[in-house]
């Protein structure tokens, strides 16, 4: 026993020994020759210039400012005071630069190990380091780099589609080799999700250099690959215009082509996205986060309202796929329904009930009671499966971060969320767009165009990238006939006809507009009440959201115009007026030919 106790120390031994030879002799071999030819080769990247974002005539809405960053040469600490005789040289060039910070961030990024110059200094204005450029050159601890910054000339009317740019992060710079030697990125918008076309290709340039660390000879050069232009469907003056005529309403106006080109997309209030370029201050962040009407929200694909009666179209094209013959026949409104024994009254917009009620004319009138019982004959899993297919309570794929998918609820999300077994009362509730129901108003927009062409596209912002046009994305739809046709008639009525919800605003139009109005509530109202007080009467953060969702022409659908006012009341008189003059727009510009 003990003689095979000596073999195994034995033997470990040499296994020990010749593990080590190996890896003294050949695998730190690569390590020592890596090494030896870093210290007689330097690579320096070359940084590609930031790609432009333009809107579909051409206008800038991103662009890049020509300037200089300033540098201060490693490892300064120690030697006769050169390192804040290089920062003096700074301030009395520049006065506004603070020393504080400068030394701050330098001892930051300083070590033994550093041979590269510290960036001190991000961005200097071209025409602000004119004329100070030969007396800072002079100085060897002192490096002037050509830079850019980023600009957004239209500031507030397009952060939400554009974005902006902001200084990267640990994470962002490991995963992306362009950020980390830029050390910026696409935070929001369009400069975030083409972020990898936007930021272009880094190029280099390798020199031999001597023990310390001068260039004495170019080994290879790569230029960078940048200017990745993207050109956006938006028409900027379409949407400045739609801006300004919210005035002192909040929400949302989309303007998309039946082909799923979004013209404009406002998310009313904005920000100027040039405060996060340099990085925001923090009385500018608090006083973003702290504004009750949501400034910094994108509100057409981040903000989930419920639908209420934009929603009725899609509702009834729900019932026609689940059961062909439900909507052949008419219902009869007193003004409320029962279910079963119960005595709790789901009730219609109009007390005193709209009497007999066809397809039609429950979309003109916005009939309530109309989908109640429809709701109930169909039941609320076909209901869900169908308006999702539709696209509602999914992400539409426009080409922006992070876009919020809704909720279109059946039995078993309900089950899964809360818990709890479905009621029937939930299903009359969800059937006019009430309840769980939340969607984006990009959601309603698409699905308004599925209506008008039987065709559902997917929305995009960008027109052509990098030289690439993108192609529209559209699926074709198939429905009943002659219950579209009902429900593109109530919607012409909606607009076109004394007893629709939106005649009174649309009716003088140089096109023929369909529509549909919608009233969401977003407090409930209790059942002793027999009046219901004015919208006008509540208080602002009880009166109900307001939506119109329209198309245009009639005949022929080219244009989609969708709006929402956060606590606007109804739709036809709040949002009416707004969506006719984006129409008067559309029509004096020549998008309708």
């Known amino acids: 026993m003990r003689y095979k106790f000596i073999i195994f120390i034995f033997i470990a031994f040499w296994v020990l020994m010749l593990t080590r030879l190996y890896h003294i002799s050949i695998k730190s071999n690569f390590y020592y020759k890596a090494l030896a030819k870093a210290n007689i080769e330097r690579k320096e990247f070359l940084k590609p210039i930031r790609g432009e974002i333009t809107d579909r005539n051409g206008k800038l809405l991103a662009m890049n400012q020509i300037g200089f960053s300033l540098s201060i040469a490693p490892n300064l600490n120690n030697k006769h005071n050169r390192l804040n005789n290089a920062i003096s040289v700074l301030i009395d060039t520049f006065p506004d630069l603070n020393r504080t910070v400068m030394l701050k961030v330098y001892k930051k990024h300083n070590s033994p190990y550093n041979h590269k110059y510290i960036k001190v200094v991000d961005f200097i204005h071209y025409s602000d380091m004119m004329g100070k450029y030969p007396k800072l050159s002079l100085s060897k601890d002192i490096k002037i780099e050509a830079e850019t910054k980023r600009y957004y000339p239209y500031g507030r009317y397009g952060a939400h589609i554009v974005g902006y740019t902001g200084k990267s992060n640990k994470k962002e710079n490991k995963k992306d080799i362009v950020v980390n030697e830029v050390g910026k990125t696409g935070k929001s918008g369009i400069e975030r999700y083409y972020n990898k076309v936007l930021e272009g290709d880094l190029g280099y340039v390798l020199n031999k250099v001597t023990a310390t660390n001068q260039a004495i000879e170019v080994l290879d050069k790569k230029d960078p690959k940048d200017n990745r232009n993207i050109s956006l469907n938006i028409d900027i003056d379409l949407q400045k215009m739609i801006y300004k005529s919210f005035g002192k309403y909040t929400g949302v106006a989309i303007v998309m082509k039946t082909n799923g080109e979004i013209l404009a997309a406002v998310s009313y209030p904005s920000y100027d996205p040039n405060m996060f370029v340099g990085g925001i201050s ?71 009930g709209h009497g007999i009620v066809s397809l039609r004319r429950a979309i003109r009138e916005s009939c309530d009671v109309y989908f109640y019982k ?10 869900a499966k169908n308006l999702r297919s539709f696209g509602l309570g999914v992400k539409t794929g426009v080409d922006l971060p992070r876009e919020y998918s809704g909720i279109i609820p059946d039995k078993e999300w309900k089950m899964r969320r809360y818990k709890q077994p479905w009621y029937k009362g939930e299903t009359v509730i969800a059937a006019i767009g009430q309840g769980y129901d939340l969607v984006t108003p990009l959601q309603i927009a ?148």
């Open 446 to 593: 698409r699905y308004t165009s599925m209506v008008a062409t039987s065709s559902l596209p997917t929305p995009h912002m960008a027109r052509v990238v990098d030289g690439k046009v993108i192609k529209p994305e559209i699926k074709q739809m198939s429905f009943n006939k002659i219950h579209l046709s009902e429900i593109r008639l109530g919607m012409y009525d909606v607009c076109n006809t004394k007893s629709g919800t939106a005649f009174k605003t649309m009716k003088n139009l140089p096109i023929v507009v369909a529509g549909k109005t919608g009233t969401s509530q977003v407090t409930s109202i209790p059942q002793a009440t027999k009046k219901r007080l004015k919208e006008s009467e509540l208080s602002y953060l009880r009166r109900s959201h307001a939506w119109l969702t329209t198309y245009a022409p009639y005949s022929n659908p080219k244009i989609v115009v969708t709006m929402l006012v956060e606590h606007g009341g109804h739709g036809g008189s709040t949002v009416g007026p707004i969506v006719a003059n984006i129409y008067k727009w559309l029509y004096k510009h020549g998008y309708f030919k």
């Open 374 to 383: 429809k709701s109930l004959k169909v039941g609320i899993d076909a209901m």
């Open 282 to 352: 923090f009385k500018n962040w608090k006083a973003l986060q702290d504004d009750i009407h949501h400034p910094f929200t994108n509100k057409f694909i981040h903000g989930t309202y419920p639908p209420g009666s934009s929603i009725k179209m899609a509702m009834a094209l729900a019932f026609s796929k689940a059961k062909p013959s439900v909507l052949d026949t008419d219902e009869k409104c007193n003004g409320y329904i029962t279910i079963g024994h119960s005595k709790h009254k789901f009730r219609c917009w109009d007390r005193w």
